[in-house]
């Protein structure tokens, strides 16, 4: 078993940056591939990043590519989301996930509880 908690979310205006954490408990985090999703409201919820459990690889979606960058600490047990550039599209509850390097969301074992992310136009 694992637990994901987030954290970092927040209001911001366009613009501005976030950094979103998230600590994971139980499993072995460090054999794990982790990845960032986010839901709007009414919306599917969708693939934003995605690390492997070395680190070394990453991968994004098209509408954040260039602005968000995933990385993670395994000595701490934490991986992160850092957004710059961010707009009022971006706005969504944040969600962490492990046991899976992937697009899909359905390969994931552990979810987080999700933190809430609204860029202000």
């Known amino acids: 078993q694992a637990q994901l908690v987030e954290s970092g979310g927040g209001l911001v205006q366009a613009g501005g940056s976030l950094r979103l954490s998230c600590v994971a408990t139980?499993?072995?985090?460090?054999?794990?591939?982790m990845g960032w999703f986010r839901q709007a409201p009414g919306k599917e919820r969708e693939f934003v990043a995605a690390?492997?459990?070395?680190?070394?690889?990453?991968y994004y979606a098209d509408s954040v590519k260039g602005r968000f960058t995933i990385s993670r600490d395994n000595a701490k047990k934490t991986v992160y989301l850092r957004m710059n550039s961010l707009k009022p599209e971006d706005t969504a509850v944040y969600y962490c996930a492990q046991g899976a390097t992937s697009r899909d969301r359905y390969e994931y074992d552990y979810w987080g509880q999700g933190t809430q992310v609204t860029v202000s136009s």
């Open positions: 690390i492997t459990w070395s680190g070394y690889s990453t």
């Open positions: 139980g499993r072995t985090f460090r054999n794990d591939g």
